[in-house]
């Protein structure tokens, strides 16, 4: 996974609308591009000073060719800083007809699957309500970055059995975070 993203990274530029792969499994890669925040100022009475992701840390953005859930993803307000760099619906022959959404963001800040649920989260309520719901069997978000062209900390989620969670605050905010089972920390 680390290898494809490195290689997909480098040799995808912002004018390429998707990539896709093949290991057995039908995948059809997709994501969406997502402008990084500008770095905001400092008030003259604040001493916080919000920088947004250095750019030579993220991966080139790709576009999501699925407009519905290119959608969903991009209704989901990242931190300052952070920014969407890919995302994916595959198949996989264990679920006949149904797909699993992979998002991955670009955001250096987040070091441990903790840092990184409250986004899932987001982004898993932004896509039950998504008319691409019923398809889904599986949704992973992960956060990564580049350094010396290699991916570095990456951090990644999954709820493995979407189609079980409301994803709607019940039972409650704190029991959906805990909902994410960590695939890479």
């Known amino acids: 996974m680390k290898k494809m993203i490195a290689v997909g990274a480098a040799m995808c530029t912002l004018a390429v609308a998707g990539c896709s ?3 057995g499994s039908s995948t059809q890669i997709s994501s969406v591009t997502s402008a990084a925040p500008a ?11 919000v920088q947004a992701a250095p750019v030579d840390k993220c991966p080139n953005p ?20 952070a920014r969407v760099t890919t995302g994916r619906l595959s198949k ?5 007809g149904m797909q699993a959404a992979a998002i991955d963001i670009c955001d250096p800040s987040i070091k ?9 989260t987001l982004y898993a309520k932004a896509l039950k ?4 719901s019923e398809s889904l069997f599986a949704v992973y978000v992960a956060s990564y ?14 709820d493995p059995d979407f189609q079980a969670h409301l994803w709607n605050g019940k039972p409650s905010p704190s029991a959906e975070l805990k909902t994410w089972t960590v695939v890479t920390e």
């Open 39 to 49: 770095a905001s100022t400092a008030a003259s009475t604040s001493t916080t000073t």
């Open 21 to 23: 792969s093949s290991n």
């Open 92 to 96: 996989d022959s264990g679920h006949p």
């Open 129 to 132: 309500a998504s008319p691409i």
């Open 62 to 81: 790709l576009a999501i060719t699925d407009p519905v859930f290119a959608s969903a993803v991009a209704s989901v307000q990242l931190p300052n800083g």
């Open 145 to 158: 970055f580049m350094e010396n062209s290699k991916v570095a900390g990456e951090v990644k989620v999954k």
């Open 112 to 120: 441990s699957a903790d840092g990184i649920r409250q986004i899932a």
